[in-house]
């Protein structure tokens, strides 16, 4: 009997070796989105010099990978002071939204954070990046303008953070490559579907 090999998990760390995933998901964000990204408008170097520092010794980049690919990632990047917090990047491509990606990204990266000994982190986001506003909200972080942009900090030592079962992530992920799955096999079972009834279709005609 062959085995069948149980696929990975679409949410993950990101490798070094993987640097070419991140990048090609960076260059296809839309404008919007890139702009959102990186607080501005940046070009395609900006980009290729960027990804470097996202595989740094106490960087951590989750990702979210379908056919091989990167379509959304949560980056934790180290201070680069002493008196600053590690802060936390975000980025979904368009296509990709509305399905609970961001969320999970968000979930796994803080818990991978308090695993690195992180107490607090800082979130900056562009004014008008209405989804990272409302997952910074909804995991604890108080926004306030400051110098152009929306600024403020996660405590990961507040109750309602740090005290939630350590099952809870791990259900939102199972539940989640559960959906993700059950989707990649339906959409198998009709191509399957599809191709028996050409099949029947030719064999009617001779």
């Known amino acids: ?19 070419p995933l991140l990048r090609d998901h960076l260059l296809r964000l839309d404008p919007q989105s890139r702009r959102d990204r990186f607080h501005g408008m940046v070009n395609d170097a900006f980009i290729a010099n960027y990804i470097a520092r996202c595989f740094g010794p106490k960087t951590i980049t989750i990702a979210y990978v379908e056919s091989d690919e990167v379509h959304g990632v949560a980056e934790l990047h180290e201070p680069m002071s002493d008196g600053e917090l590690p802060e936390l990047a975000f980025s979904v491509e368009a296509n990709f939204r509305r399905r609970g990606v961001g969320s999970v990204l968000f979930k796994t990266l803080l818990d ?5 000994g992180y107490r607090r982190l800082r979130v900056t986001t562009g004014a008008h990046n209405d989804a990272m506003r409302a997952l910074a909200h909804k ?13 403020g900090t996660i405590d990961l030592t507040a109750p309602s953070i740090a005290e939630k079962p350590a099952r809870n992530l791990a ?3 199972l ?12 959409m ?5 579907a599809a191709r028996d009834q050409r099949v029947r279709e030719d064999a009617a005609i001779k």
């Open 1 to 19: 009997m062959v085995s069948k090999k149980i696929p990975s998990s679409p949410i993950r760390i990101l490798r070094h070796n993987e640097l």
């Open 112 to 116: 991978e954070a308090r695993r690195a």
């Open 139 to 151: 995991f604890g972080a108080h926004l306030v303008f400051d110098h152009g942009e929306l600024a």
């Open 171 to 173: 259900e939102a992920v």
């Open 175 to 186: 539940a989640f490559n559960r959906a993700y799955w059950n989707g990649v096999i339906k």
């Open 188 to 192: 198998g079972d009709a191509m399957w």
